[in-house]
């Protein structure tokens, strides 16, 4: 009985190993392929304008509305 159980142990050890091994064999290999350059990058440019209008859009404060089964008063004095 004691032969079956280490015996299905080692062979079950030696079955995750290889897979082991395999996988990192493959992951080695796929590594090793050359690839062509990468391609280049955008160049984007904003304008000034942008710029302007993003900085003045970032001070405003945001505007929330609520709709929902609430009572009036729930969410302070800007939902009445």
Do not use: D, H
Not at 3 to 12: C, V
Not at 49 to 58: D, F, L, P, Q, S
Request: charged share 15%.
């Amino acid at each position: 009985m004691k032969f079956t159980f280490m015996s299905r142990f080692a062979i079950k050890f030696i079955e995750v190993a290889g897979a082991g091994i395999a996988s990192a064999l493959c992951a080695y290999f796929l590594g090793q392929i050359e690839r062509g350059p990468a391609p280049a990058t955008a160049v984007v440019q904003i304008s000034p304008a942008t710029i302007e209008n993003a900085a003045r859009e970032a001070l405003v404060p945001w505007r929330v509305s609520v709709t929902g089964p609430w009572l009036p008063y729930a969410f302070g004095e800007a939902a009445a």
